[in-house]
């Protein structure tokens, strides 16, 4: 396996850091007994219309949590920034 390059997570990601408790599937585990569940954090992400994940190293959870919340912000701004253009766009051709 190739070294982990440091700093890889890059600047916005789409997607949701979610975290997943689950049974493994194992008879005789103890989460098929006293119900303690497995949890892991994952990256929840649509890719053509369904919900994929992806398992997060525990390292790794709180940048890719920041990159997710870079590009929620971002893509609210170009929304804004484009209904603006909209706006404008159509009060002045309807003016006409
Ligand atoms: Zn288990």
Redesign the pocket.
């Known amino acids: 396996m190739p070294a982990k390059a440091k700093g890889a997570v890059p600047e916005t990601i789409r997607g949701t850091v979610v975290t997943q408790r689950r ?2 599937g ?1 008879a005789n ?4 007994t006293d119900g303690a569940l ?1 949890e892991s954090v994952v990256l929840s992400y649509s890719e053509h219309s369904r919900t994929r994940v992806v398992m997060l190293p525990p390292d790794e959870v709180e940048a890719v949590r920041a990159a997710t919340e870079r590009y929620r912000a971002a893509k609210k701004r170009l929304e804004e920034e484009a209904n603006a253009g909209l706006a404008q766009l159509v009060s002045r051709l309807r003016r006409r």
């Open positions: 049974r493994c194992k585990c103890r989460c098929a497995h």
